[in-house]
């Protein structure tokens, strides 16, 4: 029978009405600092838990529920008769509800407060009663979210009792939120630069998807608790929900055009950049980027890296696309873009990808590396012919697409458009053939890995390819720098390979 609950809670949200209703049911209220004053304000009958523990909060109220009277009447197994002797005993009652939410430790740790500010945002006896209470969930119900007020109320209204399905589903919930909780902690006290011997991991859903990847795949949508990150706080404008794919080629779309500082566009399709371009303005990038390949943007992403213009608008719905992205849109190209019912517009709000780590899992673990944040050691010139000026501008900025092309990748590029991609080859002489083939005529080369033969040199020279960037390091590079040199190619070592699986 439910005769004393604990109440000690950050979230204040629908607590004053739920333990009204407590009240109501015959439930003596107990609670601690802040909620005891609130409840009080409320005009509330409630217990101070200094009067439980007969010992005032202490050390700023560091200690105030770390008590025996408090974890005896939590802990005790109701139909063990040793501990019920033990506890009427020493005088302790049971507890048989416990509500409590934590400090907001995921919130501020991501402000720019001090380390020791986000220290003190670390809870203790908050989540020390809670697993109490999971632990004793047969005898006890444990709360940990207002929205589980109602369904608890309706249960108590009626039957006078909480189920067993119901209250091990609550115990479940608190040692959910607590691994994330000490995951979140863990990760900040360790910090991002080790490999520790546990992984902890630390997400909150924020949706459940239609589906996954396919129709017949269930799916839901995590963000990181203690991290920022592009996909953690965009806005959507317009349009319908998001799917799973849609979230996973918007984060490809938009790493590749944070990697440009000029206007830069970039088309996604199944995962994989369908076109890149960079321009004078917004509607030039977006131009280029659409002309390279017109075919396959169709039904597809759109990431741009400046603010959106009217007549950008008006191009984009000449096609259509699934997403369009960028950090801005103007009020009149916003417009533009809402006529299309279901085209999703979504306005970025941190501008440059925020990843340390990259996450694969494999059945039965999981794969971490840092990010490839690194473009090159330097650019070595090993060839007689050095590359042009405008050559070096176009090599550049392939080598930054190859980076997010699915290996084996080649990206052929000219006047800053990615005119031709290469992705997911099991050979770099077929990724290398694609790409030309794609590109038509000609331009600079760009590969994610060292060429192990010369034949891609050769192939390059039969379509007019000038220039070449790759990373070098294989026991052949000799073979394909004489290659190039006999066709009278320029050729520019990086020192950094770039596989993408």
Known sequence: MLK??????????????????????????ISTGG????LQQEGLKVTDISEITNF?????????????????????????PVHMETIAKHNIETIDMVIVNLYPFFDEVVKDISFEEKVEFIDIGGPTMLRSAAKAFKDVIVITEPSDYANIKEELSGTKEVSFATRKKLAGKVFNLTSAYDGAISKFLLGDEEFPTYLNMSYKKVDDLRYGENPHQKAAYYVATTEAGVLKDFEQLHGKELSFNNIRDMDLAWKVVSEFDEFAA???????????????????????????????????????????????????????????MAPSFTPEALAELQTKKNLRVIKIKTEKPQGKFEYVTVDGGIL?????????????????TKPQEADIADLTMAMKVVKHVKSNAIVVAKNGVAKGIGAGQTNRIWATAQAI??????????????????????????AGIKAIIQPGGSMRDQESIDACNEHGISMIFTGIRHFKH
């Open 4 to 29: 004393r609950a604990l109440i000690s809670v950050y979230d204040k949200n629908g607590i004053a009405d739920f333990a009204r209703f407590l009240l109501s049911q015959g439930v003596e209220l």
């Open 35 to 38: 909620t005891y004053k609130y």
């Open 56 to 80: 005032p909060e202490m050390l700023d109220g560091r200690v105030k529920t770390l008590h025996p009277n408090v974890h005896g009447g939590i802990l005790a197994i109701r139909d063990n």
């Open 266 to 324: 970039c088309g996604v399709k199944h995962s994989t950049p369908c076109g890149v371009a960079t321009g004078s303005s917004v509607s030039d990038a977006y131009a280029k980027m659409h002309a390279s390949d017109p075919v396959s943007i169709f039904g597809g992403i759109v990431a741009i890296n400046k603010e959106v213009d009217l007549a950008t608008a008006r191009d984009m719905n000449n096609t259509f696309l699934e997403i369009v």
């Open 368 to 384: 971490i590396q840092d990010s490839d944040s690194k473009f090159a050691e330097g650019l070595n010139v090993v060839t007689n």
């Open 437 to 462: 083939e794609r590109a038509k005529d000609g331009g600079v080369l760009a590969s994610d890995a060292f060429f192990p033969f010369r034949d891609c040199v050769d192939e390059c020279a039969k």
